[in-house]
């Protein structure tokens, strides 16, 4: 077959070499160096000997070849073989998608100040008859190769230097013609007949790449090179593994061959690389008894790419040829000893390594340092895996490169060193990023100093000469197509470099020295060098995303080049062993937690608990246990969250998070962070040492002052916790990075930080168009040569100053990453050639090499990941290499402070406000309802203005932030409403003032006189006497007390009325108020008590706070005891020293109870032995009327004192809870009611006659002396009416009475004569108030002053407008509330009355109607005589039990009094509401608000330009106009005028006041000037109408249908609308340009300055839309499937909690949000319902266009849910969806399921229910409960996984929580 006649060396001209029948003649080759060597083997395959014959006959025909096949080396073998076999020169050059023009054929070089051209591979290779060999053609771009087309067809090819070449044969004609120096002076050259194209490429489309270009494919002849014949290659194997079974040796080739076939490529699975089967048959030669499957793992690691059908398929191909493990099979267990190898073996090393029980020793390549003898490292602790994992790569080192596999942080780098120094490697680290082209792994251009251009060697290269071991680190990073040029380097050992430097496997250099008796020297004159035979690479890789969207970076071309291994994470165990070894003194009991959670984390296949698992790598474990030695007190819970930054994770991930955590009982309590709230947070200087809270740390001296930053910083505590943290992880030798959102002080923060440590700091900030050449050096042209300046990164490194890095996340990753091998590995090759290394050792004797200096440190700023920022995830990338840290807006009080040293003269109130508002705004920007984070940065600039300018309005001001969201409605709505929310009036004008109208109060009458009657002989001293007994104690039982959040929001933003705010407690459906006190105290230290029956509680909260707090009581007060027991419950708040404690009172059965708010303990107190008694059991028919009630009064109950009576009874019980004691006066009288009007004189009444008694006593009762109390009568005496007639008026009870007098200013105004003297006020049915002059503490008669009613508060039926609430039959008794407040300060006597006791019409004009109202407050002002009537807004929510609502009160709220002038009202649906009534009050607030607006007062504002000569230019001022300077008309209601203030419209000073009250306003304001003409709306309005219609009338929809549908659509329309946004970004940010590199026109690109020196063309850059890499995958939708619960129940309960309508509502918004994205999101929408769980409403290819449609849709789910069987399908419907939506091809999959949590009901268990949530690894699932019966939707929250379900107690949340699934999962990936 082979005839190749070897003749002697002399004379080989005449040799010839057949193969089979065909001959070749050979000739002598003029350069012998550049035929290969070394390829041909002893005995060919009989198909490689085909390959030959056919490639020998192209050869004779002049023809070029195309050798195509699967990846490997096998064609480039063939091809050398071919070469050496007939010794023809090879050019040989492998094409990259970097290749230009330039490389193939030429290239200018500067000699000497002018550039020349050399000629490059293909040029060479036609002129001096070579052959050239292409390889990869797939790789390189669209428009290279057909530079090729013509020299391949014709021969002929144009050159830039002007030459041409010509083929053989026409230049050969010329020849004749012409002599030779004529054609060279043509610039004609010939071109070699002997020259031929071999060109290497795959099949496309079968891999990827681009197609071959057809003009191009019809110039070559084609042969597939197909993987050798299975007999061939089983030959091969067998001369290899002699030791081995034949058998075996077969089965792995089967399954090998298996894996190529056809069928394995369908199921998506990748070729498997029969070519590096040699290498581990040589290792299992070795090993005999190793397991094959072990083997087989590292050439095709399929558990790390391969999804779940791909993996079963190749387990089943391994039982199939019985490769699986079995127990005999054994796996290396550790590295038991390294040595040299003896002899003259250099570089050489013995390596024996244990595997099972034996001991095997095989030799391996060693590194050209000292081997590392067997000491323990002090850096590296070697585990079992570890162990095993080193005696795995041994043997692979023994045979093949190798490729580390593994997540981030998990020690990939840290083991590839252990392995070096094992072997005595020295390291080269090169970090790749994903634009690194060609040229950085090879070769650099750059200047010699006198400006030629020369090549300097890469890393990568001098590591094979000096065979050093190459750590590529980040191999999936880089483009497929870059690695292209070391294909040949990995399988050969060969490399030709851009220079025409030729790199020669060992052997083969060797070989050709003997062959041509050359020395190096000559050698290395003709540019060949032998690469040093201990030179490898181990590759580092994180493992491939299995099923995502990008292309896979472990392909089948990938594959033939390493053996894999797969670095694990450690064990539980090991990683403590690891944990301990390294730090020793960390606390166990924090690292056992630590690990639980962590491996929790990283066992389940929830992706997202994955992802979190990712930031928990080993090495930040390691940071957190190094922190946690220093700092062993710090909490763990914080370490996790800094380390996961959860405070930036979408919702999603922040509560699986938390909930892992939960678990693993790492928690932290209130008290923490109460403990470091509190903490000390200062910073001071002492003799050069800084201390920041609580570390301490020397100051720097610094040479270079002026690189200290210095900044204006104002000290928060907020703040200062940050630094201190910082300087902890400072301190421990970390490198930091800050996230947070915008402006919240990040780059301040770490100037002040530096300023403290006086560290001088370099800055940069990153961009989109930073590169990686641009981080480290910035070339540039000067003299003609290129000068490299240090970017501020070099310099840092260099003098150790603090490097800080600003918007690290706007820089694409790939740049950001070379930061990695800085701080790790501390090594960082410059593109200049020096190179960065750490430590001093390595320094000695070597140039261009810079030390990092000690000092040198890095701090990284980065926005957080996610929208609205869209950066790239900085923190996902290289977050676990630095020392993270959340940076946030200050917490309100930190930022108040902050605020208050901005605005020093800004009123306190109004920093508040802003605190209060945009702290409410940054937490809707958490949960994603608004999208812009506001942040302290906004705050601080509004305060600034207001500093500088006080006059203006706040609400002026704030716009200045606002501005940007005014176009977008929905966004300005939620704004509006939150800044109105804490009373900031944006919006308003000065004008909006709703107050009450005021109705005059009808004169003062003189009533007569109060007469005590005199005690004339003893008989008539009535003397009452006293007992005192000692109180019993029962109890303490404690009480939980549970706190909830106050909505509390401002009354006064749009408009000024009296009311103050209002908030709502969160009350039950069926609970009744009974009781409201407000304790007395200072304004702001209030607390509020409400008490309600049915259940009984109790809710207290601070006036002023946040939160509220509830005590539920109902297990002391069951709900029934007898037939109707209808607990009532009053409150009495105790004062100082029992502050904080409450009596509560039951009127019914007279229990006392104390109860302590602040630690929930409660005590029964028993007045009197008789109490015990429970009421009396009434039979059923029995009248409940005459039970009568205990009562209590509590006017001093903030001394400490209450007076309980029993209504009909004759005792007073006083009870001193301070002593413990009761005083029980016996009267003899029967009582009808109690007014304690002082403390030592009561006012009583009498049942039945209304008589009245005042009781007199000492203020102090003794205990010892039993005191005697005096009771005297009281006689009224009416006036004498002057014709003998007296009026008599039947004696009426008072409904209040004051406790002290009015101050005798307002006593002078009320009666309106000057007089000073003790009096009282009270108000009754028939009189709007009554003053009592000189009652109770004078004797003489008392003067009865009073305002009468024209009709009396009777009992009167309420006015039929309001028949549901009044409609209830009153039973004969008055109600147990009066709501009648007296209020002293500001002479006002304030009670609520039902709407039919108020004269509606003269306060409402005739046409409108009054709005429906709890009540009215009637406000009788004695000062200014007047009586307002303020409306009391309707609650929201009101109890079925009407009839005994009605017993409570007459109206549906209750008045307490606050303060001094306030009143707190409190409806019977919960809502709370403050009220300021006082005109003095009133007027001071008006004018705060009207300053918060701002002064528009209409006067135009002028232009004045100030002349030094010191005149004034300025024309004369107008003087003030009163803008609405209204007729003031009559009724003695308005005071004319303008007051004496300087804004108009207001009265002078304590005068009366004017107040526009929404009459008709003659003169227009400047406001209603600017504003649009009435007729320009009207248009506006009917042309909207008129579009609204005819659009109605297209989709043939009706009006009413309209309606209805805009119901639904109109409760989502703020959803519907962020979530388009954020489709809309991500749209753009997928279509975001990318650089275009080799373009004739753009920027200048500075890796090619120097083709630029030289003269090319193509050396600029421009932005533009990238080409889908060639082979990628297309862009598949994402496919989302809504499952809705369409079930009976849900029709059910919907008049509940609307539940089926929320439902509506989702779907409403899923459909509306994703309307024309469907090619993005391919949605469906399926129902479940006892009749089936498949019910389709919307299909994915029948998606609704319209409204209509859409409407169409929610009727059907709304027909359904009303007829269909009863019964729950959720979980079969879930599993359906799941099941179904895979089959079609998507990018993510998603369910998510709505149902309400009736599953129990159905025997449905959970945890089923949670299997089914996960089955598919690859839909994320989710489900979303109906806040339903009880708390079952909590409890089966609890057993479903984090993250994956969620509670919607209030249905308005659903949309929400789809908004927040779509945000946190779909979009962080589109």
């Known amino acids: 077959m082979f005839d190749y006649k070897k003749l002697s060396s002399d004379h080989l001209c005449g040799d010839t070499v057949t193969i089979g029948d065909v001959s070749f003649k050979l000739k002598t080759p003029k350069n012998p160096e550049l035929v290969p060597q070394n390829?041909?083997?002893?005995?060919?395959?009989?198909?490689?000997?085909?390959?030959?014959?056919?490639?020998?006959?192209?050869?004779?025909?002049?023809?070029?070849?195309?050798?195509?096949?699967?990846?490997?080396?096998?064609?480039?073998?063939?091809?050398?073989?071919?070469?050496?076999?007939?010794?023809?020169?090879?050019?040989?050059?492998?094409?990259?998608?970097?290749?230009?023009?330039?490389?193939?054929?030429?290239?200018?070089?500067?000699?000497?100040?002018?550039?020349?051209?050399?000629?490059?591979?293909?040029?060479?290779?036609?002129?001096?008859?070579?052959?050239?060999?292409?390889?990869?053609?797939?790789?390189?771009?669209?428009?290279?190769?057909?530079?090729?087309?013509?020299?391949?067809?014709?021969?002929?090819?144009?050159?830039?230097?002007?030459?041409?070449?010509?083929?053989?044969?026409?230049?050969?004609?010329?020849?004749?013609?012409?002599?030779?120096?004529?054609?060279?002076?043509?610039?004609?050259?010939?071109?070699?007949?002997?020259?031929?194209?071999?060109?290497?490429?795959?099949?496309?489309?079968?891999?990827?790449?681009?197609?071959?270009?057809?003009?191009?494919?019809?110039?070559?002849?084609?042969?597939?090179?197909?993987?050798?014949?299975?007999?061939?290659?089983?030959?091969?194997?067998?001369?290899?593994?002699?030791?081995?079974?034949?058998?075996?040796?077969?089965?792995?080739?089967?399954?090998?061959?298996?894996?190529?076939?056809?069928?394995?490529?369908?199921?998506?699975?990748?070729?498997?690389?029969?070519?590096?089967?040699?290498?581990?048959?040589?290792?299992?030669?070795?090993?005999?008894?190793?397991?094959?499957?072990?083997?087989?793992?590292?050439?095709?690691?399929?558990?790390?790419?391969?999804?779940?059908?791909?993996?079963?398929?190749?387990?089943?191909?391994?039982?199939?040829?019985?490769?699986?493990?079995?127990?005999?099979?054994?796996?290396?267990?550790?590295?038991?000893?390294?040595?040299?190898?003896?002899?003259?073996?250099?570089?050489?090393?013995?390596?024996?390594?244990?595997?099972?029980?034996?001991?095997?020793?095989?030799?391996?390549?060693?590194?050209?340092?000292?081997?590392?003898?067997?000491?323990?490292?002090?850096?590296?602790?070697?585990?079992?895996?570890?162990?095993?994992?080193?005696?795995?790569?041994?043997?692979?080192?023994?045979?093949?490169?190798?490729?580390?596999?593994?997540?981030?942080?998990?020690?990939?780098?840290?083991?590839?060193?252990?392995?070096?120094?094992?072997?005595?490697?020295?390291?080269?680290?090169?970090?790749?990023?994903?634009?690194?082209?060609?040229?950085?792994?090879?070769?650099?251009?750059?200047?010699?100093?006198?400006?030629?251009?020369?090549?300097?060697?890469?890393?990568?290269?001098t590591a094979a000469l000096e065979g050093k071991l190459v750590l590529l680190d980040g191999i999936h990073r880089i483009n497929p197509g870059t690695l292209a040029v070391l294909q040949r380097l990995i399988h050969d050992r060969e490399l030709t470099l851009y220079d025409g430097t030729r790199l020669l496997r060992e052997d083969r250099y060797q070989n050709l020295k003997e062959e041509l008796q050359l020395s190096d020297e000559k050698l290395q004159e003709r540019s060949i060098f032998p690469i040093?035979?201990?030179?490898?690479?181990?590759?580092?890789?994180?493992?491939?995303?299995?099923?995502?969207?990008?292309?896979?970076?472990?392909?089948?071309?990938?594959?033939?080049?390493?053996?894999?291994?797969?670095?694990?994470?450690?064990?539980?165990?090991?990683?403590?062993?690891?944990?301990?070894?390294?730090?020793?003194?960390?606390?166990?009991?924090?690292?056992?937690?630590?690990?639980?959670?962590?491996?929790?984390?990283?066992?389940?296949?929830?992706?997202?608990?994955?992802?979190?698992?990712?930031?928990?790598?080993?090495?930040?474990?390691?940071?957190?246990?190094?922190?946690?030695?220093?700092?062993?007190?710090?909490?763990?819970?914080?370490?996790?969250?800094?380390?996961?930054?959860?405070?930036?994770?979408?919702?999603?991930?922040?509560?699986?998070?938390?909930?892992?955590?939960?678990?693993?009982?790492?928690?932290?309590?209130?008290?923490?962070?109460?403990?470091?709230?509190?903490?000390?947070?200062?910073?001071?200087?002492?003799?050069?040492?800084?201390?920041?809270?609580?570390?301490?740390?020397?100051?720097?001296?610094?040479?270079?002052?002026?690189?200290?930053?210095?900044?204006?910083?104002?000290?928060?505590?907020?703040?200062m916790m940050v630094m201190e943290d910082m300087l902890k992880d400072f301190l421990l030798g970390e490198h930091l990075?800050?996230?947070?959102?915008?402006?919240?002080?990040?780059?301040?923060?770490?100037?002040?930080?530096?300023?403290?440590?006086?560290?001088?700091?370099?800055?940069?900030?990153?961009?989109?168009?930073?590169?990686?050449?641009?981080?480290?050096?910035?070339?540039?042209?000067?003299?003609?040569?290129?000068?490299?300046?240090?970017?501020?990164?070099?310099?840092?490194?260099?003098?150790?100053?603090?490097?800080?890095?600003?918007?690290?996340?706007?820089?694409?990753?790939?740049?950001?990453?070379?930061?990695?091998?800085?701080?790790?590995?501390?090594?960082?090759v410059l593109s200049d050639g020096r190179r960065i290394v750490a430590n001093h050792a390595h320094v000695e004797g070597r140039e261009n090499v810079i030390v990092i200096h000690p000092d040198f440190r890095m701090i990284v700023l980065a926005n957080r990941p996610g929208f609205p920022f869209l950066g790239n995830d900085f923190f996902g990338t290289l977050g676990d290499i630095f020392s993270c840290h959340a940076v946030d807006n200050p917490k309100p009080q930190s930022e108040l402070s902050m605020l208050k040293q901005y605005g020093p003269d800004v009123p306190e109130p109004i920093l508040q406000k802003l605190v209060a508002a945009f702290g409410e705004l940054r937490s809707l920007a958490d949960q994603g309802i608004i999208n812009y984070p506001y942040s302290t940065r906004e705050v601080v600039n509004i305060v600034k203005h207001l500093q500088k300018f006080p006059s203006e309005g706040l609400?002026?001001?704030?716009?200045?932030?606002?501005?940007?969201?005014?176009?977008?409605?929905?966004?300005?709505?939620?704004?509006?409403?939150?800044?109105?929310?804490?009373?900031?009036?944006?919006?308003?004008?000065?004008?909006?003032?709703?107050?009450?109208?005021?109705?005059?109060?009808?004169?003062?009458?003189?009533?007569?006189?109060?007469?005590?009657?005199?005690?004339?002989?003893?008989?008539?001293?009535?003397?009452?006497?006293?007992?005192?007994?000692?109180?019993?104690?029962?109890?303490?039982?404690?009480?939980?007390?549970?706190?909830?959040?106050?909505?509390?929001?401002?009354?006064?933003?749009?408009?000024?009325?009296?009311?103050?705010?209002?908030?709502?407690?969160?009350?039950?459906?069926?609970?009744?108020?009974?009781?409201?006190?407000?304790?007395?105290?200072?304004?702001?230290?209030?607390?509020?008590?409400?008490?309600?029956?049915?259940?009984?509680?109790?809710?207290?909260?601070?006036?002023?706070?946040?939160?509220?707090?509830?005590?539920?009581?109902?297990?002391?007060?069951?709900?029934?005891?007898?037939?109707?027991?209808?607990?009532?419950?009053?409150?009495?708040?105790?004062?100082?020293?029992?502050?904080?404690?409450?009596?509560?009172?039951?009127?019914?059965?007279?229990?006392?109870?104390?109860?302590?708010?602040?630690?929930?303990a409660l005590r029964r107190l028993l007045l009197s032995p008789d109490a015990q008694d429970s009421p009396k059991r009434t039979s059923w028919w029995s009248n409940k009327e005459e039970m009568s009630n205990y009562k209590m009064c509590r006017e001093f109950s903030h001394k400490n004192w209450l007076v309980f009576y029993k209504e009909t009874g004759n005792h007073l019980i006083v009870l001193d809870v301070l002593e413990g004691q009761t005083h029980t006066i016996s009267l003899p009288i029967s009582l009808k009611s109690v007014f304690l009007v002082a403390e030592d004189r009561w006012l009583l009444v009498e049942n039945k006659t209304n008589k009245k008694f005042l009781l007199t006593k000492r203020a102090h009762m003794e205990a010892q002396d039993s005191e005697v109390c005096q009771l005297h009568a009281l006689s009224e005496e009416p006036a004498d009416m002057g014709f003998g007639l007296t009026t008599v008026s039947e004696l009426c009870v008072p409904h209040a009475v004051s406790t002290d007098q009015l101050s005798s200013e307002n006593l002078s105004a009320a009666v309106g004569q000057k007089i000073s003297s003790p009096n009282r006020i009270f108000s009754d049915e028939h009189n709007y108030a009554t003053i009592v002059i000189g009652f109770p503490d004078l004797l003489s008669p008392s003067e009865v002053y009073s305002w009468k009613r024209n009709s009396s508060l009777s009992h009167k039926r309420a006015s039929p407008s309001d028949p549901f609430y009044y409609g209830a039959q009153r039973k004969?008794?008055?109600?147990?509330?009066?709501?009648?407040?007296?209020?002293?300060?500001?002479?006002?006597?304030?009670?609520?009355?039902?709407?039919?006791?108020?004269?509606?019409?003269?306060?409402?004009?005739?046409?409108?109607?009054?709005?429906?109202?709890?009540?009215?407050?009637?406000?009788?002002?004695?000062?200014?005589?007047?009586?307002?009537?303020?409306?009391?807004?309707?609650?929201?929510?009101?109890?079925?039990?009407?009839?005994?609502?009605?017993?409570?009160?007459?109206?549906?709220?209750?008045?307490?009094?606050?303060?001094?002038?306030?009143?707190?009202?409190?409806?019977?649906?919960g809502g709370v509401r403050l009220w300021e009534t006082g005109l003095e009050s009133l007027q001071r607030s008006l004018q705060d608000w009207r300053n918060m607006i701002g002064q528009e007062d209409g006067r135009p504002v002028q232009i004045t330009i100030e002349r030094e000569s010191g005149l004034d230019v300025s024309s004369p001022k107008h003087g003030k106009v009163d803008p609405d300077n209204m007729p003031h008309v009559g009724g003695n209601t308005w005071a004319g005028g303008t007051g004496g203030r300087d804004t108009a419209g207001l009265g002078g000073k304590g005068g009366p006041y004017r107040l526009d009250a929404g009459h008709r306003v003659y003169q227009v304001s400047q406001a209603e000037k600017d504003a649009v003409p009435e007729e320009v709306k009207r248009a506006a309005r009917e042309m909207g109408e008129k579009a609204f219609k005819q659009r109605l009338k297209e989709i043939q929809m009706s009006e009413y249908d309209a309606s209805t549908y805009e119901r639904f659509s109109g409760a989502v329309r703020r959803q519907v609308q962020s979530l388009r946004i954020i489709l809309d970004n991500l749209q753009a940010k997928g279509k975001e340009r990318q650089w275009l590199r080799h373009q004739a026109v753009g920027e200048l690109d500075d890796a090619k300055i120097i083709d630029g020196l030289t003269g090319e063309k193509a050396i600029y850059k421009r932005r533009g839309e990238l080409e889908p890499q060639p082979g990628s995958p297309q862009q598949k939708p994402k496919r989302l499937r809504l499952v809705v619960d369409v079930s009976g129940s849900m029709y059910r309960f919907n008049g509940?909690?609307?539940?089926?309508?929320?439902?509506?509502?989702?779907?409403?918004?899923?459909?509306?949000?994703?309307?024309?994205?469907?090619?993005?999101?391919?949605?469906?929408?399926?129902?479940?319902?006892?009749?089936?769980?498949?019910?389709?409403?919307?299909?994915?290819?029948?998606?609704?266009?319209?409204?209509?449609?859409?409407?169409?849709?929610?009727?059907?789910?709304?027909?359904?849910?009303?007829?269909?069987?009863?019964?729950?399908?959720?979980?079969?419907?879930?599993?359906?969806?799941?099941?179904?939506?895979?089959?079609?091809?998507?990018?993510?999959?998603?369910?998510?399921?709505?149902?309400?949590?009736?599953l129990e009901r159905y025997g449905i268990q959970p945890s089923r229910f949670a299997q089914v949530l996960t089955t598919n690894t690859q839909v994320n699932a989710f489900a979303i409960f109906i806040g339903s019966l009880g708390d079952q939707a909590d409890r089966l929250q609890r057993t479903l996984p984090a993250g994956r379900s969620f509670i919607a107690m209030d249905t308005k949340e659903i949309p929400q929580i789809l908004q927040q699934i779509f945000t946190s999962t779909m979009l962080s990936s589109a």
Request: proline share 5%; charged share 25%.
């Open 39 to 461: 390829y041909m083997t002893e005995s060919l395959a009989q198909s490689v000997v085909h390959h030959l014959r056919w490639i020998m006959q192209k050869d004779l025909l002049g023809q070029d070849i195309f050798l195509i096949g699967p990846p490997g080396p096998l064609r480039r073998s063939i091809a050398m073989q071919y070469l050496e076999l007939t010794k023809r020169e090879v050019e040989y050059i492998a094409l990259s998608r970097d290749t230009t023009e330039t490389d193939l054929k030429q290239r200018r070089e500067i000699r000497d100040g002018s550039a020349f051209y050399l000629d490059q591979c293909a040029v060479r290779a036609a002129t001096e008859g070579r052959i050239l060999v292409l390889e990869g053609l797939e790789k390189a771009e669209r428009n290279v190769l057909p530079v090729l087309n013509n020299l391949l067809e014709n021969r002929e090819m144009q050159l830039e230097d002007g030459r041409f070449l010509m083929s053989a044969d026409r230049y050969d004609k010329l020849l004749q013609e012409h002599t030779k120096s004529e054609l060279d002076a043509w610039k004609i050259v010939r071109v070699s007949e002997d020259f031929r194209v071999i060109a290497l490429g795959l099949p496309v489309p079968k891999y990827s790449g681009n197609p071959l270009d057809p003009p191009l494919r019809s110039r070559f002849q084609a042969r597939d090179v197909y993987h050798l014949p299975f007999k061939d290659h089983l030959q091969l194997l067998y001369s290899i593994g002699s030791n081995i079974s034949t058998e075996r040796i077969s089965q792995l080739l089967s399954f090998a061959t298996t894996l190529c076939s056809q069928e394995s490529s369908t199921l998506g699975l990748p070729d498997f690389p029969l070519d590096s089967l040699s290498a581990t048959v040589q290792i299992l030669d070795t090993f005999p008894m190793m397991s094959v499957q072990h083997v087989i793992d590292r050439l095709y690691p399929y558990n790390l790419f391969l999804g779940k059908e791909g993996r079963t398929a190749v387990k089943d191909l391994l039982k199939r040829f019985e490769l699986q493990d079995s127990e005999k099979h054994l796996f290396p267990r550790k590295i038991t000893e390294v040595e040299r190898a003896h002899g003259n073996k250099r570089f050489k090393a013995d390596v024996t390594v244990q595997i099972g029980e034996k001991e095997v020793t095989f030799q391996v390549p060693a590194g050209t340092g000292m081997l590392k003898n067997h000491s323990r490292s002090d850096t590296f602790i070697r585990t079992s895996s570890h162990n095993q994992l080193l005696a795995e790569m041994m043997q692979s080192h023994m045979v093949k490169d190798m490729c580390l596999i593994g997540g981030k942080g998990c020690g990939k780098t840290v083991i590839a060193k252990e392995f070096a120094d094992i072997l005595g490697y020295s390291i080269e680290p090169i970090m790749l990023y994903q634009d690194m082209t060609a040229r950085d792994l090879l070769q650099q251009r750059y200047t010699l100093p006198n400006g030629d251009t020369a090549w300097r060697p890469s890393p990568l290269v």
């Open 532 to 719: 040093h035979p201990s030179f490898r690479i181990v590759v580092l890789a994180e493992p491939p995303v299995i099923g995502s969207s990008t292309q896979q970076w472990l392909g089948p071309e990938f594959l033939t080049l390493f053996l894999f291994h797969n670095v694990r994470s450690l064990s539980k165990s090991e990683e403590i062993e690891v944990i301990k070894q390294m730090i020793p003194n960390v606390p166990s009991v924090a690292v056992e937690k630590l690990l639980s959670v962590t491996h929790k984390l990283r066992e389940t296949n929830d992706t997202t608990a994955q992802s979190l698992a990712s930031f928990l790598s080993t090495r930040q474990l390691l940071r957190i246990c190094r922190r946690l030695s220093q700092y062993p007190d710090e909490s763990l819970y914080d370490a996790v969250n800094k380390a996961c930054l959860s405070r930036f994770l979408p919702n999603l991930a922040r509560s699986a998070l938390h909930k892992n955590l939960q678990d693993s009982g790492i928690e932290t309590s209130p008290d923490d962070t109460k403990k470091l709230e509190e903490k000390d947070y200062t910073c001071e200087i002492n003799n050069g040492i800084l201390k920041i809270g609580s570390v301490t740390m020397p100051i720097y001296n610094s040479a270079e002052k002026m690189k200290v930053p210095d900044v204006l910083f104002y000290e928060n505590a907020q703040h």
């Open 737 to 828: 990075l800050l996230v947070g959102n915008q402006g919240v002080g990040k780059n301040k923060v770490v100037d002040r930080f530096l300023h403290l440590l006086n560290r001088p700091r370099e800055y940069l900030q990153l961009h989109r168009d930073t590169t990686v050449q641009s981080l480290t050096l910035q070339p540039s042209v000067k003299d003609g040569l290129i000068i490299y300046e240090d970017s501020p990164l070099v310099k840092a490194v260099k003098f150790g100053h603090i490097l800080v890095i600003d918007e690290a996340d706007k820089a694409p990753t790939n740049v950001t990453c070379i930061l990695k091998t800085l701080v790790e590995s501390g090594e960082m």
């Open 955 to 1160: 609400a002026n001001v704030v716009r200045n932030v606002f501005d940007f969201d005014s176009y977008n409605n929905e966004m300005r709505e939620i704004l509006y409403k939150t800044l109105h929310k804490y009373g900031i009036p944006i919006g308003a004008k000065p004008t909006n003032v709703q107050l009450a109208k005021e109705l005059p109060l009808p004169e003062h009458k003189f009533m007569g006189y109060w007469k005590v009657d005199r005690p004339g002989n003893a008989q008539q001293k009535m003397l009452c006497p006293s007992e005192t007994q000692k109180i019993d104690v029962k109890g303490p039982v404690y009480l939980n007390i549970q706190g909830f959040p106050l909505e509390r929001h401002e009354a006064r933003s749009i408009s000024f009325t009296e009311e103050l705010a209002y908030w709502t407690l969160p009350l039950d459906e069926v609970n009744l108020i009974c009781d409201v006190t407000v304790t007395q105290e200072e304004e702001h230290e209030n607390i509020l008590y409400v008490t309600t029956c049915n259940p009984v509680s109790l809710y207290f909260m601070n006036i002023s706070s946040k939160s509220g707090y509830f005590v539920d009581l109902y297990d002391l007060f069951p709900r029934t005891v007898g037939s109707v027991w209808q607990p009532f419950v009053t409150a009495a708040p105790l004062g100082n020293p029992l502050k904080g404690q409450v009596v509560l009172h039951e009127e019914e059965s007279n229990v006392v109870l104390l109860l302590d708010t602040s630690s929930g």
């Open 1372 to 1469: 004969t008794g008055a109600a147990k509330q009066t709501n009648c407040v007296t209020l002293l300060a500001s002479n006002q006597i304030v009670r609520i009355l039902a709407p039919g006791d108020v004269p509606l019409k003269d306060i409402y004009p005739k046409d409108v109607t009054p709005p429906p109202a709890a009540g009215y407050l009637e406000v009788t002002d004695l000062n200014s005589k007047k009586i307002k009537y303020i409306t009391i807004p309707r609650s929201q929510s009101l109890s079925p039990y009407t009839s005994w609502l009605s017993q409570i009160s007459d109206a549906d709220a209750l008045l307490a009094p606050l303060g001094k002038v306030g009143l707190v009202t409190v409806d019977m649906g």
């Open 1696 to 1798: 509940v909690d609307g539940r089926l309508e929320r439902s509506m509502e989702a779907v409403c918004m899923v459909m509306e949000a994703f309307e024309n994205y469907e090619h993005k999101f391919k949605y469906d929408i399926v129902g479940h319902s006892g009749d089936g769980f498949n019910i389709a409403l919307v299909g994915s290819d029948k998606v609704p266009k319209n409204n209509k449609q859409r409407l169409e849709i929610l009727k059907t789910m709304h027909a359904h849910a009303q007829f269909c069987m009863s019964g729950d399908h959720t979980l079969e419907g879930t599993e359906h969806a799941i099941r179904e939506i895979t089959k079609e091809e998507a990018d993510e999959y998603f369910v998510i399921v709505l149902s309400d949590a009736n």
